[in-house]
């Protein structure tokens, strides 16, 4: 703006000298600020009643010289909230088949994981997996989109870990808050925040700093704001044409760290193969027929796979002396 004061100011300003039309849309701006810093002009006149014109003519009435740089104004402060928002925009208004849509989504998920790959930090992968597995309790911390991950990270390191849960629960964040209040210096706090940010994440990011707990932060680069409190951070390319982030790179970036868990571990074959056979009642197929008395009568695989190797047989005492 010409002199560096807000639109509220300026409206506040301008006030006595607004026709009625000119009023009735300052209280509209006034009322939803963010929801008129999304609107075309043709929005805006709509939603307020008025022609394109009238619209035009207040912008000018507070000093702009026309709707654009009013629009402009309204959306400083809202950039990185709004950015989804234009990004959908613009691509709504290029026409597009349903395949092309398809292709299009797809192309942007494998540039995002090919950046995802190229940028990954050696060091910060090695000291990830080393914390999760020296980690006593490990809490997993997201809210709105991320709350989905953070489950199926959970789902993915509980084979692995002493105990791993998702704080990310009916209860929200207060209940959160409530599980993380027993950190102690032996525990380890994921966050997942990717933009929008969701404030909840990163406050109990900070309050679990401030328990002693080592924190490991999943977002999208060093400009997050969990980036600046982490002990160690992952970064996933996780940008969109039609939304606010690509989930499936996020979740991609998840499967890679529960796979190095995994790789690292203690007797991992061992680990599934008896986490396969307690989950069988509830395998669909698993149980029919003899399954159940097969499951029963080769115990092999719970019993003699050995660090990452399956057995091919009877032990030989000689060679594989008891641990």
């Known amino acids: 703006m010409p002199d560096g004061t807000s639109i509220s100011e300026r409206i506040a300003r301008s006030l006595p000298a607004l026709t009625p039309a000119h009023q009735r849309m300052a209280e509209y701006v006034l009322a939803n600020p963010f929801r008129a810093a999304t609107m075309r002009i043709d929005e805006f006149a709509a939603a307020v009643q ?34 989804p928002v234009e990004r959908l925009r613009s691509e709504l208004e ?12 797809l192309d942007n998920a494998a540039a995002n994981l090919e950046a995802t790959r190229r940028a990954l930090d050696a060091d910060a992968c090695e000291r990830a997996v080393s914390a999760i597995l020296a980690a006593e309790r490990v809490y997993i911390a997201g809210f709105g989109a991320s709350g989905f991950l953070s489950g199926l990270l959970q789902h993915g390191l509980e084979m692995h870990c002493r105990m791993v849960t998702s704080v990310a629960g009916a209860g929200g964040a207060s209940h959160a808050a409530r599980q993380l209040f027993k ?14 940010y969701v404030s909840d994440t990163v406050v109990l990011a900070q309050r679990a700093k401030a328990r002693g707990a080592r924190l490991l932060a999943l977002t999208d680069g060093p400009t997050s704001p969990l980036a600046p409190i982490a002990d160690i951070a992952l970064y996933a390319q996780a940008a969109n044409r039609l939304s606010a982030n690509s989930d499936a790179n996020v979740l991609a970036l998840i499967e890679a760290l529960c796979g190095a868990v995994a790789h690292r571990a203690e007797r991992p074959v061992k680990a599934a193969a008896e986490m396969t056979e307690f989950l069988l009642p509830w395998l669909y197929g698993a149980h029919a027929g003899n399954a159940g008395t097969t499951a029963a009568a080769q115990p092999v695989a719970s019993a003699d796979a050995d660090d990452g190797k399956p057995a091919t047989g009877r032990r030989n005492p000689s060679k594989h002396p008891k641990a």
């Not at 290029?94 to 989504?105: C, G, K």
């Not at 950190?183 to 929008?196: T, Y």
């Open 50 to 83: 008025v022609s394109v014109a009238t619209a035009n003519r207040f912008a000018r009435a507070l000093g702009f010289d026309g709707y654009p740089q009013f629009r402009a104004e309204l959306v400083r402060g809202f950039e990185a909230t709004l950015a």
């Open 183 to 196: 950190l102690s210096p032996a525990d380890l706090v994921i966050a997942i925040a990717f933009p929008r």
């Open 94 to 105: 290029r026409p597009a088949t349903a395949a092309e849509a398809f292709a299009a989504s």
